[in-house]
């Protein structure tokens, strides 16, 4: 028979796949001596058979359970169920990977009518009792059985409006009483039968619950955003309470051993006396800083900063725990690796390599590759800024800039976000619930929460601006209102929100570009020590150009130059050039283009100077650059001197069933060879004159969607022609490679021929997705959320390099490429030149060069250096 259940003596952090991340880091913490309140875990393989078994508890499980239960009756000296000296249980979720706020926990069970007086009896505190009594019918209703936690807010609210009370504590003992009787009343309501009164009934529900928040929406949209495998399963944690609320000497915290916004190395937390854990994450209660709690109670304080200092040491990384203190004594109820902005994580691991905790390579390890995005996040223009007069400050809880209409529902943020309009969900707290807007959302705002409730954590995690805990303002949800002492404000009314300063303020503002600067340089300069990919960036623009050369781009593996003539002064002429009936009359438009094409490559080599350039020739079917609007026929119609009518015939006949398979790529150029060779003189010419001005150069011209080895000898042919005509026109000479594009099977399987006329490859993965798949990039998103919700796939394939098939064909590709020609380059220009997993793929089958956005120039740096550093630790731990 399986084995579903561990004690935290048998664990250790090692086993995060069997035990989930916090069972076995409870087990850690536990044969570390650390004051942990025994328990036991049930495993993941509990909750996979849990699912293989139509949703029914393994056969066996529970009588498992009755004996883990009765070792820590021993431990403790509580009898589960016991009249006299109750023994209660905390039951949690533990996934494998954090997942913050997305599943379900329930506190105080074990509770009913009788052992609540016990409790009474062994506290001598009937109001702690009552009050964790009232705790436990809420959680268990909203979590096990559905019932809507408002209910019971509703209820308890009423009660403390007719005793005159504004907080949770100070509801007296008949009105705790009267809470739970009315809480049980609305559970009969609901569920058609009474509360359940035998704990270990209350146990079997409780883990058919935390099994069943595994398939959540909530968890599912979180796992499917960080990519976590939905067949890991959780573990549930069952441990012996410990409590927070049994008066002024007891309370709860959570606390960060650096800082999770910008990394510095102090203590970051929160804590509440006379509390439970939900009530410092919930923002219900306004919590006090850790610092605070030296003052409160310094014994206490003194022996935290010990263990949270070990537990850094021994794990090697910020940690993010848990603790409660129970009439003046410690226990720490979970660690974890903490989560943390990108800042934060970039400056810890480079503080914590200068400390001399982890190795370069380790410090590389400890950030997420695309976790980078959130270091590019726009900051507010300080001109601007200077001038406007904040509408409210709260808590600076996840970095970055951001304006848009309030909303007060992910709902809303979905609508508003379809119509391209920028929002911020503004919410008097977010719950988990809330996870759909804020993945859309330009930013959120709450009115109550601390640094570590749910919008502050979940925020961080997405790189979201966030500002939290906005005390002074009211949010009215239904209303949709908030009501503030600058004045209310209603839902569509802008508003900007700086979540590096928790400052809110009226009105758009305009946003500034971030620096990279101080340890971004030097952690970067680190993976560019490890990483043997090269990681150049697409770029059709100087500008754009400049900024990845900023962010540490070594060349241009892609220029599109489609991209270049949908300029407004350029575009006639292009129309023209398409509709012209003669090559000379092609010629003559093509000449008025040669300029314009020069000196846009003369700007993108000059910003370039001594890295390579890559410019694709024209790509798309000539079809996408003919006019569609009346206004816009009618007056190429006139300026070329033909019939309206004789041009939407021919406009007609240009446009194509399926352009994927069409006119298109280098079958322009087999067609109207004066294309290409426009483009051509156009690139030579350009980088004739740039070297002349002192710069290196060095251009290379890639053919698009060859699929025939005669086909790429053609086009050449017609290049090196006009190639040679510039030299001799100019006396000089320049070198230049000349490649292809790799993004129709048949090439990737003639990769030999066709290597013995091209100086590189570059896959263009995008165009290879759809054509290995039958997909189109266009009408794929009517679809593929079914494939990902029915687990066909894990992943869209033009979000990541389908290994098995498209990887399949560029593995195959690089090797007979290489064979036939040793001193080609090969590299990727598509998606996955950016994505961390196609990255790996690519530095295993020996690419030379990845090539990305600008932007995702840092995160292909940085992949590559992880794929050399994980294939170094897999050799060395085998």
Known sequence: MNKFTYSFEEGNAKMRSLL????????????????????????????????????????????????????????????????????????????????????????????????????????????????????????????????????????????????????????????????????????????????????????????????????????????????????????????????????????????????????????????????????????????????????????????????????????????????????????????????????????????????????????????????????????????????????????????????????????????????????????????????????????????????????????????????????????????????????????????SIDGTTGTVYLGDIKKIEPSLTGNFGKFMSWADEVRKLGVLTNADTPKDAKTAREFGAEGIGLTRTEHMFFDEARIKNVRKMILADTKEEREKYLAKLLPYQKEDFKGIFEAMDGLPVTVRLLDPPLHEFLPVKDDDIKSIAKDMEIDEEVLRTRIEELKEFNPMLGHRGCRLAVTYPEIYRMQARAIIEAALEVSAEGKTVKPQIMIPLIGELKELKYVKSEILEEINTVFEEKGEEIHYEIGTMIEVPRAALLADEIATEADFFSFGTNDMTQMVFGYSRDDYGKFINEYLDKKIFKVSPFESLDINGVGKLLDMATTLGRKANPNIHIGVCGEAGGDPDSIKFCDEINLDYVSCSPYRVPIARLAAAQAVIEHKFEERDK
């Open 20 to 495: 989930g991340g916090k069972g076995a880091n409870l087990c850690e913490m536990t044969n570390l001596g650390i004051p942990v309140p025994p328990g036991f875990t049930i495993s993941t393989e509990a909750c996979t058979a849990f699912y293989n078994n139509d949703e029914n508890l393994p056969e066996g499980l529970m009588e498992e359970v009755t004996k883990r239960i009765a070792e820590v009756e021993t431990k403790i000296e509580k009898k589960f169920g016991d009249n006299e000296n109750p023994l209660l249980f905390s039951v949690r979720s533990g996934a494998v990977f954090s997942m913050p706020g997305m599943m379900d926990t329930i506190l105080n069970l074990g509770l009913n009518d009788e052992t609540v007086e016990g409790l009474v009896k062994k506290s001598s505190n009937e109001r702690f009792a009552w009050d964790s009594y009232r705790r436990f019918i809420q959680m268990f209703s909203d979590v096990a059985m559905s019932i809507p936690k408002y209910e019971f807010d509703d209820i308890f609210n009423d009660i403390k409006k007719k005793e005159g009370v504004n907080s949770d504590q100070e509801v007296s003992v008949e009105g705790l009483k009267e809470t739970v009787k009315r809480y049980k009343e609305k559970y009969k309501e609901y569920i058609k039968d009474d509360f359940p009164t035998d704990p270990k009934k209350q146990l079997e529900i409780a883990i058919k619950a935390v099994f069943d928040s595994w398939m959540n929406p909530r968890a599912k949209t979180y796992r499917r955003l960080h990519k976590i495998d939905d067949n890991l399963g959780t573990a549930v944690n069952i441990q012996s309470m410990v409590f927070g609320n049994m008066g002024d000497n007891s309370g709860t915290g959570v606390c960060f051993s650096r800082s999770p916004s910008d990394g510095e190395n102090k203590l970051f937390g929160e804590f509440l006396m006379n509390a439970q854990g939900e009530d410092v994450v919930s923002g219900v209660r306004t919590p006090q800083s850790i610092s605070q709690l030296e003052d409160t109670n310094k014994n206490v304080y003194d022996q935290f900063l010990d263990i949270i200092e070990n537990l850094e040491k021994h794990y090697k990384d910020m940690q993010d725990v848990e603790f409660t203190i129970e009439d003046g004594k410690l226990y720490f109820l979970q660690c974890r690796n903490g989560k943390r902005t990108a800042r934060a994580a970039l400056n810890i691991a480079v503080d914590m390599y200068e400390e001399g905790l982890i190795t370069k390579e380790e410090a590389l390890m400890k950030l997420e590759p695309n976790s980078l995005n959130q270091l590019m996040h726009y900051q507010f223009d300080p001109a601007e800024l200077k001038d406007k007069v904040p509408y409210a400050k709260g808590l600076p809880a996840s970095p970055g800039a951001a304006s848009g209409e309030i909303v007060f529902t992910p709902e809303a943020v979905r609508e508003k976000h379809e119509a391209g309009i920028k929002t911020i969900l503004v919410r008097e707290e977010t719950s988990p619930e809330d996870i759909d807007g804020m993945v859309l959302a330009e930013g959120i705002l709450t009115a109550r929460g601390g640094m570590t409730s749910h919008a502050a954590v979940v925020a961080r995690g997405m790189g979201k601006c966030c500002v939290a805990g906005t005390s002074e303002l009211r949010v009215e949800e239904n209303k949709k209102i908030i009501k503030g002492k600058n004045g209310d404000l209603k839902e569509g009314d802008i508003i």
